[in-house]
């Protein structure tokens, strides 16, 4: 069992920056595909940006497309989402899930698919 622990969140003015980290609290991540998603106060989760055990094969919802970035160092078994120009739209608990043993460049987008999920993490965007 893999248990996930997302960081980094916080509370910042729209514009600025922050950047996510998940790692497993044991076991490690390499071959483990990763996914963000995010939950705001009275909406469902939804997908965010995913990346494949190998780092390749991101995929990124349309409306964080161009501003946010997925990465992941398997050296230090993290993953990353680095959050660029954030809007207020962006608050929201995020969260990180993770499906092992899917081939490479492999992402999945949609909670059913994910094996192991974090606490998650609030971000807060103010206007």
């Known amino acids: 069992q893999v248990h996930l622990v997302e960081s980094g969140g916080g509370l910042v003015q729209a514009g600025a920056s922050l950047s996510l980290s998940c790692a497993p609290s044991?076991?490690?991540?390499?071959?483990?595909?990763v996914t963000w998603f995010r939950q705001a106060p009275g909406k469902e989760r939804e997908f965010v940006a995913g990346i494949s055990w190998t780092g390749g094969g991101a995929r990124y919802a349309d409306y964080v497309k161009g501003r946010f970035t997925i990465s992941r160092d398997n050296a230090r078994n993290t993953v990353y989402l680095q959050m660029d120009n954030l809007k207020p739209e962006d608050a929201a608990v995020y969260y990180c899930?993770?499906?092992?043993?899917?081939?490479?460049?492999?992402?999945?987008?949609?909670?059913?698919?994910?094996?192991?999920w974090g606490q998650g993490t609030q971000v807060t965007v103010s206007s």
């Open positions: 899930a993770a499906t092992p043993r899917l081939p490479a460049g492999v992402v999945h987008t949609t909670e059913s698919e994910m094996d192991y």
């Open positions: 044991g076991g490690i991540f390499i071959s483990n595909a």
